[in-house]
C-alpha cells in the first residue's frame, strides 16, 4: 500500500505540475469610467522579436568594412608633435609660440614617413608617436611646400613600421567613400568618412606654408572631399574602401577655424612624384611653363567662354599672359591681345589655346597643370598642340626649372 501511494502521490504532483491547455486570450473587455468606454489591449500587443541575423548582417556589411580598414590602417597612421622656429609663419598662424602638431603615415619600412609640410617646416624638433603609444624621435628628410608635402623618417625597427598602399588618384570619381585617419585636435586614431565631393580644385600650397614665397604658383588636381578634416588632421592619409591612400590630407575650407563641410587633400599621384625625390635630394624640383590662363571655375575657362567668344575649341587652355624669358615666350607661345568685358569680367582675348600636350588631350589649366607635376622635370620638351586664330600647329617647349623669384608679377596684361 505505501508503494501504492506514493506512486498515487507522484502521479498527482505531475499532474499538478503539468502546463494546462493553452486557452487562447481572453477577449479585451470593455471598461466604462464617466461616460467613456476604455479597451485594455496590452494583452492583444505582439511582442517584437529580434530581426533575422542575415539582416542585421546585411545592415552592418559599411560598418564591418570600416572597422575593419581601420584595424588595417590605424597602426600606419602617427601623431606628429614639432617645435617650430618661426612660429609667426603662415602655416602657425594662431598657434602656441614654437609648437605645431599633425598627422602623418608610414611610407616605407625605411622609416620613411609622409606628412605636410606646413606641420614640420621650419622644426628645430619632431616627435612621432605611434598608434600603439610608443614614440621615437624623427629628422626632416625633405620639404616641398609647392605640394605641400614633406618626408621625416624614424629610426625603429621595421616590425613596428606598417607602410601603406598608393592608389592611382586618376582613377576616383566623384562620389566615392572617402575615409581620413588622423589625429584631429590631437585625438589619437579617429577615423571620419565621408565622399569624394569634387575634384581638379586647385591650392596655393606654397603661400599657406609662408609668407615669404612668390605668390602665383598652383598645386594642381586637389581632391575635395566632405569627410570631416580639422587641426590635427594634417598629413594623414585619405582612403578608399580597399584602404589605399588616394590623397593626404591638407586643408579645409573654414571661417571659423573647424570643418564647415569642404576639405581638401593632395593626390596620391602627386605624392608618388614627390616623395621619391624629397628621399633622393631633400627637395623637388618643379618644370615651369610661364603662363596665366583665367580660372575655369569661375566660368572663364575654354568651356565657359566658348559661346560667348566663338570659340572653335571647349576644352583648352586660352593663354591670358606670357611672362616674358620665361619657356612659353622662348618656344612662341602668345598671350592675349583684346580686353572683352564677360559676365562682369574682364578677360584677354586672342591669345594661343593649348589643346594637347604630347599627344593628351587637356580639359583646362588644371589638367595641364597636373600633367606637368606628374610627368614632366626641367629639361624636358613638351609637344604641345597650339590653336592660333584658326591654324592648329605643333610646338616644341623646352621646360625650366620654376624660379624662385617672381621676375614674372609685373608682365603685362593684353600686350
Known sequence: ???????????????????????????????????????????????????????????????????NLYERLAPSVVNIEVTVATPNDAAHAGLPDGEASGSGFVYDLNG????????????????????????????????????????????????????????DSDEIRVGERAIAIGNPFGLASSMTVGIISGLGRQLPSAELVTNTITPGFQNPSIIQVDTDINPGNSGGPLLNSRGEVIGVNTAIRTESGVFSGVGFAVPSNTARRVVPELIANGRVEYAWLGITSMASEEGLGVAGLADTLELPVRQGVLIDTVVAESPAAKAGLQGGNIAREVRGQTVCVGGDIIVAVNDEYIRDMDALLAYIVQNASPGDTLRLLVLRGTETFELPLLLEARPTEAASTTTPRCG
Do not use: W
Open 112 to 167: 620613411h614617413i609622409i606628412t605636410n609640410a606646413h606641420v614640420v617646416n621650419d622644426s628645430t624638433s619632431i616627435r612621432v608617436t605611434f598608434e600603439d603609444g610608443s614614440i621615437a624621435d624623427a629628422r626632416l628628410v625633405g620639404v616641398d611646400i609647392f605640394s605641400d608635402l614633406a618626408v621625416i623618417q624614424v629610426e625603429v625597427d621595421a616590425s613596428r613600421l606598417n607602410p601603406v598602399t598608393l592608389a
Open 1 to 67: 500500500m505505501k508503494v501504492v501511494t506514493l506512486i498515487l502521490i507522484g502521479m498527482l504532483a505531475l499532474t499538478a505540475c503539468a502546463p494546462s491547455r493553452t486557452e487562447p486570450p481572453a477577449a479585451a473587455v470593455p471598461v466604462t469610467r464617466e461616460g467613456i468606454t476604455l479597451v485594455d489591449t496590452r494583452q492583444q500587443a505582439a511582442q517584437p522579436t529580434a530581426v533575422p541575423q542575415e539582416i542585421i548582417t546585411q545592415a552592418d556589411a559599411e560598418y564591418l568594412l570600416l572597422t
